[in-house]
């Protein structure tokens, strides 16, 4: 089993990357652009076969150390 | 009052506060290892500041993780001092023994200078040797020193005067909410400071406010 964190700051949160890559967007000439927000992605290889175990694991693993959860947010997608 | 710096690899001003120590103490501190498990017994711990881990995942996320840090933890609950300088106060907050974050500085550029700061709070054992309101100048060195809570979090801070140092009117080097440079924890014997008060104990290196935080210290914990 295979998981993929997403973790990004919180709405509301000051993006200034994001805000950054959003400029430098409007400077190439994609003026549809509007707020851009960015993140990083976290692949994880798992032992745990089962759906649910994984997915609780991973989200301890969030809770614990992949995430600062006073500033980030967390998506977990599990890939088989 | 003995003291240790706890060294973690990537951290580059643990020779800065161990110099000052030994200077206004006139002990040397113990230099403790990351993956030690069990601190001397002291009454200060500093977390210094630099780059631990390389900075990976999160500014002192993997620090807050390291072995050394669950004895500091259970030090502080029993009311050992802790003072975490930039990455230390970074380490802090991502421990949970400080509240809030530390962002990514709001303009994105590293900021390397002295800024002017205000000691706003005088009943805590790091700065009792200050006046309020005294201002004093320390060097700030760090890319990733926003600091951030939601306004509850702030509101408490300032109702319960923990809010220790604050950037001078107009001299915010990073975006941090409401100018906050420092703070206490709840028992108030923890502090985390993005400044450098280590680096200005000594006129060779361009000032000497830093000099009454570590005697209030002193003052203190001997």
New interface residues.
């Given amino acids: 089993m295979k998981a993929r964190v997403f973790v990004t700051l919180k709405n509301g949160v000051l993006d200034p990357q994001g805000k950054a890559i959003g400029n430098a967007l409007h400077g190439l000439g994609f003026s549809q652009v509007g707020e851009v927000r960015q993140g990083k992605v976290i692949d994880l290889e798992l032992s745990e076969p089962d759906a649910a175990k994984a997915r609780a694991g991973v989200k301890e693993m969030c809770e614990k150390l992949l995430a600062n959860t006073v500033i980030e947010k967390y998506e977990i997608e599990l890939l088989q | 009052m003995k003291s240790a710096v706890i060294v973690f690899p990537g951290s580059n001003c643990d020779r800065d506060a161990a110099a000052a120590l030994e200077q206004l103490t006139g002990e040397k501190p113990a230099m403790v290892w990351h993956a030690d498990s069990e601190l001397p017994d002291v009454d200060l711990v500093v977390l210094p500041g630099g780059f631990s881990y390389g900075d990976y995942?999160?500014c002192g996320?993997m620090a807050a993780?390291s072995h050394i840090m669950r004895d500091i933890r259970e030090k502080a609950d029993k009311g050992v001092a802790v003072l975490g300088i930039c990455n230390g106060f970074q380490m802090l907050?991502?421990t949970g023994m400080l509240?809030?974050?530390l962002?990514?500085?709001?303009?994105?550029k590293f900021v390397c200078r002295p800024v002017g700061l205000e000691v706003e709070e005088t009943q805590s054992a790091f700065t009792r040797k200050y006046d309020r309101g005294q201002q004093v100048t320390f060097p700030v060195a760090h890319g990733d020193g926003?600091y951030?809570?939601d306004d509850t979090t702030l509101d408490r801070l300032e109702g319960e005067g923990r809010v220790v140092f604050r950037y001078a009117k107009g001299d915010n080097p990073n975006?941090s909410a409401r100018d906050i440079a420092g703070i206490l924890s709840e028992k108030r014997n923890v502090m985390g400071l993005m400044p450098h008060p280590e680096r200005v104990c000594d006129p060779l290196l361009g000032g000497t406010d830093g000099i009454a935080l570590f005697q209030s210290l002193i003052e203190a914990l001997s």
Avoid: H, M, V
Wanted: proline share 5%; aromatic share 6%; hydrophobic share 40%.
């Fill in positions: 995942l999160r996320a993780q907050t991502e509240p809030g974050a962002l990514r500085n709001a303009d994105l926003n951030f809570a975006g």
